[in-house]
């Protein structure tokens, strides 16, 4: 999943998202849990049809760095590293499962 996607599920903004998982990167360092797109990658995500970006180019409407994304386990380990009231809520929540695509 990507970063943006799970920073909205756990009620973080992006950028505050990532700054928690960089303070804790060593739990991360394998490809196992986390890696980051490249650029191609990145550009063909943002032309892919089922994402959300506006036609026509205004600030904030495309992506601007690359993005990373988290593995399964990746997952997983933002649990012991997310702080915050929903963070918290979604890891204890019985049956809360989520579908790499």
């Known amino acids: 999943m990507l970063d943006s996607d799970l920073a909205?599920?756990?009620?973080?903004?992006?950028?505050?998202?990532?700054?928690?998982?960089k303070n804790n990167y060593e739990k991360f360092?394998?490809?196992d849990f986390i890696f980051q797109l490249t650029r191609d990658e990145t550009g063909d995500l943002?032309?892919?049809?089922?994402?959300?970006?506006?036609v026509k180019p205004k600030r904030g409407?495309?992506?601007?760095?690359?993005?990373?994304?988290f593995t399964e386990q990746g997952i997983y380990m933002l649990m012991t590293v997310l702080?915050?009231?929903?963070a918290t809520q979604q890891s204890k929540t019985p049956g809360c499962r989520y579908e790499m695509a």
């Open 61 to 69: 409407s495309n992506i601007k760095y690359l993005p990373y994304v």
């Open 83 to 86: 702080k915050g009231t929903l």
């Open 46 to 54: 943002s032309r892919c049809k089922n994402f959300t970006l506006n």
């Open 8 to 21: 909205a599920i756990y009620g973080y903004e992006t950028k505050n998202f990532n700054r928690q998982v």
């Open 29 to 31: 360092e394998d490809e």
